[in-house]
Each structure stands twice: as structure tokens, then as C-alpha cells.
């Protein structure tokens, strides 16, 4: 008899499934991906994987802000807990928010540091969410926000974002009781995973709704250093009323290829700040101080890095756009991040078989399994697939890989449309 399983069983809580935790026959979406690899290389072995699926940059960190943290790393004074943060980096991340965006905040008061936007996103509904509450999320999506909120019994409602709506959310369709009801919405722009951009009528239609129904806006800009062009370069607190209704996530990982750094910010009025640095400060204490002044480094002398970034990301897009185009893909333009987004076809024409593609899921399997080409899918709305253009390899460069790439995609007839 398995005393301790027993044991645990009565102890897990019914948020995570009770006594039943860990015996659902549901596997999660990234799992999937890894066993579909494994079975890839099983069975093409010695082939290459163009994995596409990953969702963080290709690049180290730059050497400078390396060297950064080994000084600041070295220093007494920077060995104990950071709490909510150091003034340094308040400091950067007001001048980069005003620099970048034409945004004024107070670093004493609006604004705290955060161990990541995952870390924030699930402190955050902490600070604003009771049980019976709704929250409105955008789908697809990043999900932290959604699922803490679950926790604490809230009733979460998914927006689609569809290509007919310039993946933006339909806020004429959202039922009057539902706004009545609503807490928070959590959007994200630039889009995860779609690569939209927000426009200011947007943002000042969803302003004008919170002030009218009283919610909470919560804008994930972590792609927000990662745009191409400058009028894409904005901030909810571009918009006049902002500030008393939002707040706004930032995160160093994707401009400045400080994934396992774990450092963002989160930023907003003042009595929204206080209630999430009281949550924070009984969850963490804080980031290594050597970490954040690394990066208050960054965001004051470097922001070449971003740039450079997004530049590369926005080239390896106008070579991978055209090979699925080429294919039957109605890729849109994409505006910021690294992600393409597309729907799936229906069917393939592969190697003497036709092979047909009930869902997202099944096709992104396909692609991994049979051309060895990593994907991610999405179901939830218009069953679509996910290509990141951060597939750098120490394996081929990039021309070797697109490429590559090219090949693959070419030895195959997509079936788009009605056909079956």
C-alpha cells in the first residue's frame, strides 16, 4: 500500500483536482510537443529538428550586462533580500518608460519590480479578485493570470481574438451583465502569440468601458521593446484615464534576452501599486539586487539591444512568411515579437498519403513527427499554429535553416479550404 500516495490524496487541494490530482488522461499542450519530439528523432534519427516551438530567445544575454552582473554580484552591499525592489532600477525604468513610450511615472510609488510578468500575474489577482468575480482574458493567451484567478473561485470568460478583428477583442459584443460583473481584463499587447499590436482607439474604447463598469485593465507588454515600427511603440498610459483604471506589465526576457534573469516590472497609480507591492512582499523578497542593477544598466545605455532584436526577428519573418505563403498559409503581417500565426489546413499531401487534420494539436504533431519541424498549436478559437522565429541552432546558421526549412515545407501539398 502506497501510504504516503494515500496521504497526499487527502491533502491536495480540490483548486488542483483533489484526490484526483494527477490521474487525468488531460497532457499539457507542451508535453505533447516534447513526447512528439522524442518520437521524431526515434524515427528519423540523426535528423535535424527545426524547432520553432520555442518561446524565448535564441541569444545570450549581451557580454556587457554579464559583466554587469559579475561586478555588481561581487558587492556586499548587494548579497541581501531586495524586497520590493532598488531605487536604481525605479529609476531606469522610468526614464526607459519615458523615453520609450512618452510615459511619466513616479518611481518612489508607481512602480515595482517583479520576478518576471509570470511572477506578477500570479500575485496580481491577490490584490483585486474575490470569489464569484469575473475576469475577462483574451484567447489565445498566456493563461498565469486566468488560472490564479480560478484558484480564489472567480469566473473566467475568454474574448477570442480572431484575424477578422485584427486579433483584437469584440468589446461591442461583450453582454452588458457580464461587464456588470467584471473585476479585471487581462489583454496583452504586443500579442502572444498572434503578433498584434493594440491601436490607441482600441485601448480607449476598453479604457472608456472600465470606467464605466468600474474593472481593472491588466496590459502584458512584455513584447513591447520588440516592435517594428514606431507607431506600434505604445503604452495604455498613452491614453488620457489610464492610469486610474490600468496596469501595465513590462519584462526584460524578450528585448533583452534576460529569459532566466526573472526580472520585469509592473506599473500603474499609486494605490494600485501599493496593493500589489503588499501581496508581493508576503510572496517574495524580491530579485537579486545584482540582477536588477544589471539591468537598470540595460534599459539606460543599451537599448541598441532591443533594436538589434527586433530587427533580426522582423528579417527572419520576411524569409519565413513568404515559404508558407508559398504553401497556402494566409500569414497576415505581423507588427512586433516573434511569433508567425496562421491557420492550419485541413490536409496534407505527403509522401503517397493524404493525411487529414482534425485539430490544430493533430497537425502540429504531424509537422513535428513526420518534416521535423517544431510548432505550437492552438485550438481554443481558429485552430492555428504558432512559428517562432527564435529557431537559432549551433547546429546550422540561420540561412541554413530557413533553408532547410524551405525544403521541407516544399516536399509537401497543403489542402486548404473545404477540401478533405
Known amino acids: 500500500m502506497d501510504v504516503g500516495g494515500q496521504f497526499a490524496k487527502k491533502i491536495f487541494s480540490e483548486r488542483i483536482g483533489g484526490k484526483n490530482f494527477g ?83 513616479d518611481p518612489q510609488t508607481e512602480i515595482i519590480h517583479s520576478l518576471g510578468s509570470k511572477a506578477a500575474l500570479s500575485i496580481l489577482p491577490l490584490c483585486c479578485i474575490d470569489p464569484g468575480d469575473v475576469v475577462l482574458m483574451t484567447t489565445p493567451g498566456y493563461p498565469i493570470f486566468g488560472t490564479h484567478a ?81 507607431e506600434d511603440r505604445l503604452s495604455i498610459f498613452n491614453v488620457d484615464g489610464a492610469k486610474e483604471v490600468s496596469l501595465e506589465l513590462h519584462s526584460m526576457s524578450k528585448g533583452f534576452n534576460m529569459t532566466g534573469w526573472r526580472l520585469g516590472w509592473v506599473c500603474g497609480n499609486s494605490e494600485l501599486m501599493a496593493a500589489y507591492a503588499h501581496v508581493k512582499d508576503l510572496t517574495d523578497s524580491g530579485q537579486f539586487l545584482a540582477i536588477q542593477k544589471a539591468a537598470a544598466q540595460a534599459l539606460k545605455n543599451n537599448m541598441s539591444i532591443p533594436v538589434e532584436n527586433a530587427q533580426k526577428y522582423e528579417r527572419r519573418m520576411n524569409q519565413i512568411a513568404p515559404i508558407l505563403k508559398d504553401s497556402g498559409f494566409n500569414v497576415d503581417s505581423v507588427r512586433a515579437g516573434f511569433f508567425l500565426y496562421t491557420q492550419i489546413p485541413n490536409s496534407a499531401e505527403y509522401d503517397g498519403q493524404k493525411i487529414a ?40 546558421d540561420e540561412n541554413e535553416t530557413i533553408d532547410l526549412f524551405r525544403n521541407r515545407m516544399f516536399n509537401v501539398k497543403f489542402n486548404f479550404g473545404n477540401s478533405k
Open 150 to 230: 480560478r484558484y480564489l473561485l472567480a469566473d473566467v470568460i475568454h474574448l477570442p481574438l480572431r484575424a477578422k478583428d485584427s486579433y483584437l477583442p469584440a468589446l461591442d459584443d461583450i453582454p452588458r451583465h457580464i461587464l456588470q460583473k467584471t473585476k479585471a481584463i487581462v489583454v496583452n499587447y504586443p500579442n502572444n502569440p498572434t503578433g498584434a499590436c493594440a491601436t490607441k482607439e482600441f485601448f480607449e474604447k476598453l479604457i472608456h468601458l472600465a470606467h464605466g463598469y468600474s474593472f481593472l485593465i491588466i496590459n502584458d507588454g512584455a513584447y513591447a521593446s520588440l516592435t517594428f515600427h514606431g
Open 357 to 396: 487534420f482534425p485539430s490544430a494539436e493533430k497537425f502540429a504533431e504531424w509537422m513535428i513527427t513526420d518534416l521535423g519541424i517544431v510548432v505550437v498549436p492552438w485550438d481554443a478559437v481558429e485552430p492555428s499554429l504558432r512559428f517562432s522565429m527564435t529557431f537559432g541552432s549551433k547546429d546550422m
Open 23 to 105: 490521474e487525468g488522461n488531460q497532457i499539457y499542450k507542451f508535453e505533447k510537443i516534447k513526447r512528439a519530439k522524442r518520437e521524431a528523432l526515434a524515427k528519423f534519427p540523426g535528423r535535424i529538428l527545426i524547432d520553432m516551438g520555442v518561446g524565448e530567445p535564441d541569444d545570450m544575454a549581451a557580454n556587457l550586462l554579464a559583466e554587469a552582473l559579475a561586478w555588481e554580484a561581487g558587492k556586499y552591499e548587494n548579497r541581501g533580500y531586495a524586497d520590493n525592489g532598488c531605487q536604481e532600477f525605479k529609476e531606469a525604468v522610468a526614464s526607459y518608460m519615458e523615453s520609450q513610450f512618452n510615459v511619466s511615472l
